[in-house]
């Protein structure tokens, strides 16, 4: 397993992009695109939701089949790391809470794109799960991580998912009666081929930002319709990136290692000689 992958697997165990309000059962990650990478033999599925101005107050929960994968809100990253299979992602959204379905069909070390899109405040659910093409699309994807907060599943995430287990499967249920009515064309898609390899696609580093922001915490629904105040949180990206090729890799290795500095994944002693050893390297 290369070095990418092994760090993606420490940040999962703990999961993504510094940004700006998000959900307070989430933690944050480093914001370097580059930290997500499939792990050998898995797929990663990127689910993206940015900073549009519909639903910014709504949260939504994301799930595949029952295992809980995280909670978005506005200019936010989840990357999951998949089995190489068919999945069933349900997405919950709205007060109360209804379901959003996408079929996927993954292959192993390929990354996929989905946005968690706005449909209407009409609508319900009011987001749904849309599969973009990274060949068409790869600019907006681009900067959509760059500008995403990458999110880990916490213990307070893992706690929210506990709380309102009993409420999801009611609704993954009711969602899946109405899932089974549909015909095969008419249901969200994503095919093995639309995936890209890492290496193909590889968001460019995001600059330093220039001041601290302090958006206002969103308002966010569980599944059972109540309200929750979530915080915001703002960390340095570490070192910003100067030129391209070798300076630009280094100035990556350098900005991942002060993020787990941060979040206590090293000690400063590991911190210390891991940064000598990137310098020498350079």
Known sequence: MGKSAALLTLLL???SFVGCAR???MGLAGRDGGLAR???GKALVLFIRPDEYFGKAIATSLYDGDEFVGIHTTNTVVAYQAEPRPHLFMLLSGAPAAPAFLQADLLPGKIYYVHIAPRSKWTRPPFHLVPLNP???RETIDAWLREGSLLVIDERARQWDQQ???SVQEKREE????WGALSEAERPTIRPGDGVAA???EPSAPA???QERSPAPPVVEDTKGSQAHGGAAETDSGPQERGTGVNAKTADRLRELDSLRKQGLLTEEEYREKRRRIIEDF
């Open 13 to 15: 165990s703990a999961f």
């Open 23 to 25: 959900r307070h059962e």
């Open 38 to 40: 499939p792990m050998r």
């Open 135 to 137: 060949q068409r699309q």
């Open 164 to 166: 309102n287990r009993r």
């Open 175 to 178: 969602g899946l009666r109405a």
């Open 199 to 201: 290496t193909a696609f």
């Open 208 to 210: 330093e930002p220039t």
